[in-house]
């Protein structure tokens, strides 16, 4: 049985390649966060979206681990964010889904975003995670992996909530929000959307348009545009089943098997 599930979304500003500079900021953003399950950061959130690894990379042992823990304990939820991570000789996009005892699992990026050399400098991954919390099953997704449906598709019902973290530039914020809505429909789940605003080191901006979507392609809450905010929401389990027993599109999509090699 799924409990209501609290969420945090934390649409904010980054410290260009400034990892303390960045622990500050969402130390401020987290004192405002209370009773929630999970708390939701941008991609690269130590570091915003460089493509400089060799010089920013941190190991698992590194200063963004140790203050997710922390934080995590702190907070007594599950926070996720991604950071640039170095194993082996290797840098990845590592989404991080830290829980309060100090337990975590990893995604790497799958889909790196060639437009900025980002699969020059980053090693792609080849498994998607879901993962559990109050008996929901989500699956947390990184930025350019919103625009290819096949990895996300949620083959019997394999998930509930279906989650993106990004470094979404304004200029293409119509795909952005569109996609998410289109997510959330085609897959039956809840969409979490969170991106970032201000502007980065490439004087790049960044409108956030974070959202949160019901399965029906609603608009539950939608932050701000380019605006510091928080989205705290309680999901609905009811509702999800509702949707899903109303109109049981699922039993009807096509069997497929997906190659990640």
Known sequence: MRKDLNIALVQSQLAWENAQGNFDIFDAHLRAINDADLIVLPEMFSTGFSMDPARLSESMQGATMQWLTQKAKEKNCVI????????????YNRLVWMRADGTYECYNKRHLFRMAGENNQYTEGDQKLIVALKGWKICPLVCYDLRFPVWSRNVALQYDILLYIANWPAVRRHPWKSLLVARAIENQVYVLGLNRVGNDGQQLNYSGD???IDPRGNYLAQAKEGAEEIIQLCLKDTYLQECRAAFPVHLDADDFTLNAQ
Request: hydrophobic share 35%.
């Open 80 to 91: 996720t964010g991604s950071f640039i991570a170095e194993e082996k000789g290797k840098y």
């Open 210 to 212: 974070s959202a949160v």
